[in-house]
C-alpha cells in the first residue's frame, strides 16, 4: 500500500514539474532584455526619403475542394486537399479571420511589404506596412534584429499590419481548429525576410525629398460603417505626398484611413490584400475607364495605414459600394465590390492632392519618441492558447506581454502608432458610460488622443509593432449580464481583447510619449 502511494505521488511530482516546465518554457521572454525607449529630434533640414515593395504573396500552397460551399474544410463532408506533393498531409495556408479553417483555395490579389524611409542628419525612420491581419511584437522584434543586421544606421522601424482578412494566419488562432496553431513557419520566415528586403530598399534608394500633406475629413464616410454604438466614425483621410526634390515625381503616397480590410467577407478563400490593392493600385497608376483615365495617378509607391477600427469600422455585406464613374451600385461581396471601392477611395485621394493650394515643404525637421510597454492579459482564452502554443508569445512578467507605442512628428505632422484595434471614441471622443457595463465608472480614457496629438496634420496607425486585439473603453466593457445597449449576448471585442486595463494603459501610455514628443524640439 505504501509503496503504490509512493509510486502515486512520485509520478505525480514528475507530472507537476513536467507541467511547470513546460509552462516556463511557453511562457518565456523570446527576446529577453529587449527594450525600446527611444527619444531623438533633428531640426528642420532636408529630408531624405526612400520608398520600396516586395510580395509577399505565398506561392506553393495546396488547394482544395469545398464541396458545400461554406468556406470552411470540414472532410466529414466531403471536402478533399489536392495533394500535390503526395506526403498525405493538407499543406494549406490558413487564411486568418472571420473562423478557424478556412484555408487558401487560389491568389485574387498580391500582397505586399510597403516600406517608407526617412532621414535628417542623424536621425532616421522605417515605416513598413504589410498586408497581413496583425504581426506580434516578438516577430516585429525579431524581423528588426535582421534589418539591424544590414543596416545598423537606421534608428527605428515601425511595422504595421492593413489588418486585412484574407491573409495568412501570422498570430496563430485562425488554423484549421481552435486547438491547432495556423501559422506556416517557412512563410512567417518569407514575412520577415520580405519585410527586411523593402526596408533595405527604400533606405538604399533615399533621395532629397519635397512633403505635401492634405485630408479630406468627410468624403469617406460613406464606406464604413460602424457596428457597435456609440456611433463614433474616424473617417476621416490624411495623405502624405513625398516628391523627389530634383524632379517633382512622386516617390510614394501615405494614405491613412480607418476601416476593416474585409470587404470580400468570410466566404472568401482567396488570397487577397481587399480594398487596400485597388485603391493603392488605382492612386500609382491611374484610374481606367472604359479606354482612357479617368484620373491620373501620382506614381510612386502607394502606403495603406489603417486607422482606429475598433468598434468595428467594417464595409460589411449590407453597405452599398457605387462606382463613382458608373453609376453601378455593388452589394455583393465580390470583387467587382472591391474594384468599385478602390475606385471611389482613390478618386478621392486624388482629387485631394491636386489641391493646388497644398503647400510643399523642402525642410521639416523629425523627431520619435518610441517606448516599449508591458500589457496585463487577463483574457483567459489567450492565456490557454499561449499555453497550448497556439500563440507564439513570451511574457515578461505574470500574465504581462512587451508590446510598444510609439510616435513621430515631421513638420506639421504628427504619427501615432498603437499595438491593436483601438476603438475609435478613445481617439475621437465620446465615449459612454452605458447602464450594463461591468464597470460602473466615468469615462477613463480622456481626453480623446485627438486633442492632444500636436500639428495641423494627425495620423493615427492601429495594428502597429504588434497585434493584441481590440482596445475596449474601460467603462464600456462589457462581459457580464445584463449586457449593454440591448445586447443578448456580450459584445465581440470583448472576446478578442487582452482585458479591460487595456484601454487605460494604452491611452495613458500615448498620452506621455506624446508630451516628450513635444518636449523634444524645445
Known amino acids: ?88 498531409k493538407f499543406d494549406a495556408i490558413w487564411l486568418a479571420g472571420f473562423h ?30 504589410i498586408d497581413m491581419i496583425g504581426f506580434g511584437n516578438d516577430d516585429v522584434i525579431a524581423t528588426r ?15 504595421s499590419s492593413t489588418h486585412v482578412h ?21 512563410y512567417m520566415k518569407q514575412v520577415q525576410e520580405g519585410i527586411a528586403a523593402a526596408v533595405g530598399e ?33 473617417a476621416g483621410l490624411q495623405l502624405m505626398q513625398v516628391l523627389d526634390a530634383q524632379t517633382g515625381a512622386t516617390l510614394g503616397t501615405v494614405m491613412n484611413w480607418g476601416n476593416h480590410p474585409e470587404t470580400l ?26 479606354d482612357s483615365l479617368a484620373e491620373p495617378g501620382v506614381g510612386g509607391v502607394a502606403i495603406f495605414l489603417n486607422g482606429a477600427i475598433g468598434g468595428l469600422m467594417t464595409t460589411a455585406p449590407d453597405l452599398a459600394v457605387v462606382d463613382p464613374y458608373t453609376g453601378v451600385s455593388y452589394q455583393r461581396q465580390a470583387p467587382d465590390k ?29 523627431g520619435i519618441r518610441a517606448k516599449s510597454i508591458s500589457l496585463q492579459m487577463d483574457n483567459s482564452l489567450f492565456q490557454l492558447a499561449a499555453f497550448v502554443g497556439i500563440f507564439d508569445r513570451g511574457f515578461v512578467g505574470w500574465k504581462k506581454i512587451r508590446s510598444e507605442v510609439s510616435t513621430w512628428k515631421l513638420g506639421p505632422a504628427t504619427f501615432v502608432h498603437v499595438p491593436g484595434e483601438l476603438y475609435p471614441e478613445i481617439l475621437n471622443g465620446g465615449i459612454e458610460s452605458p447602464a450594463g457595463a461591468d464597470f460602473k465608472l466615468s469615462p477613463v480614457e480622456v481626453p480623446a488622443l485627438k486633442e492632444k496629438i500636436p500639428g495641423h496634420y494627425r495620423f493615427f496607425s492601429g495594428m502597429s509593432n504588434d497585434m ?29 481583447s487582452l482585458g479591460p486595463e487595456t484601454a487605460p494603459k494604452i491611452h495613458a501610455e500615448v498620452l506621455g510619449i506624446l508630451g516628450d514628443l513635444e518636449k523634444l524640439k524645445r
Not at 491568389?107 to 525612420?125: I, N, P, Q, T
Not at 534584429?145 to 511595422?159: A, F, M, R, T
Not at 498570430?171 to 491547432?180: A, D, K, L, N, Q
Not at 467603462?475 to 465581440?492: G, I, L
Request: proline fraction near 6%.
Open 1 to 88: 500500500m505504501r509503496k503504490g502511494l509512493l509510486i502515486f505521488s512520485v509520478l505525480v511530482l514528475i507530472l507537476l514539474v513536467a507541467v511547470l516546465g513546460y509552462s516556463a518554457y511557453q511562457f518565456r521572454d523570446r527576446h529577453s532584455g529587449y527594450q525600446t525607449d527611444l527619444s531623438l529630434y533633428a531640426p528642420a533640414a532636408t529630408v531624405h526619403a526612400g520608398f520600396s515593395k516586395v510580395d509577399l504573396t505565398p506561392t506553393g500552397f495546396e488547394t482544395w475542394e469545398d464541396v458545400d460551399g461554406d468556406s470552411k474544410y470540414d472532410p466529414e463532408k466531403g471536402d478533399r486537399f489536392v495533394d500535390a506533393n503526395g506526403n498525405g
Open 100 to 129: 478557424n479553417s478556412r484555408p487558401a483555395q487560389s491568389v485574387l490579389d498580391k500582397l505586399w511589404a510597403r516600406a517608407m524611409v526617412l532621414e535628417s542628419g542623424d536621425v532616421s525612420l522605417a515605416l513598413c506596412v
Open 145 to 159: 534584429k535582421l534589418i539591424q543586421e544590414k543596416y545598423p544606421e537606421l534608428d527605428y522601424v515601425v511595422i
Open 166 to 186: 484574407s491573409s495568412p494566419d501570422l498570430i496563430g488562432m485562425w488554423g484549421p481548429s481552435e486547438f491547432v496553431r495556423g501559422v506556416n513557419n517557412d
Open 202 to 234: 527604400a533606405y538604399t534608394s533615399r533621395k532629397p525629398a519635397h512633403f505635401k500633406f492634405a485630408q479630406e475629413p468627410e468624403r469617406l464616410a460613406e464606406f464604413v460603417g460602424d457596428t457597435r454604438p456609440p456611433f463614433i466614425f474616424d
Open 265 to 290: 467577407w468570410l466566404e472568401n478563400i482567396q488570397i487577397s490584400s481587399d480594398f487596400a490593392d485597388p485603391w493603392r493600385n488605382f492612386v500609382e497608376d491611374g484610374i481606367p475607364v472604359a
Open 338 to 366: 472591391l474594384l468599385a471601392q478602390g475606385k471611389a477611395l482613390a478618386k478621392v485621394t486624388l482629387e485631394t492632392l491636386r489641391d493646388t493650394s497644398l503647400v510643399i515643404h523642402s525642410s521639416l525637421d523629425l
Open 468 to 496: 493584441i486585439g481590440y482596445i475596449v473603453p474601460k467603462s464600456q466593457w462589457d462581459v457580464k449580464p445584463p449586457f449593454t445597449y440591448n445586447y443578448k449576448e456580450r459584445p465581440y471585442g470583448e472576446i478578442n
